[in-house]
């Protein structure tokens, strides 16, 4: 999704041809979401980084350990 662009609740970019952001170079695409929506996407982020941070976590424990 591209995000060159716009306040926190808007999709979308300018000269952009990915098609995937609703700017109108490819495919419809919503361009605002609902401030629900938007927690609910921040909140999916916020899991998959504490996701990253325990696989990183465990990489060092294992470099730690050779």
Known sequence: MCQTGGS???FGALKCNCGCCGCGCGT???RFI??????EQLE????Q???ELAGV????KELKGK
């Open 8 to 10: 926190q609740r808007s």
């Open 28 to 30: 419809f695409s919503r």
């Open 34 to 39: 609902s401030a629900k929506e938007e927690q």
């Open 57 to 60: 976590e465990d990489c060092i």
């Open 44 to 47: 999916g982020y916020r899991d």
């Open 49 to 51: 980084l504490k996701k």
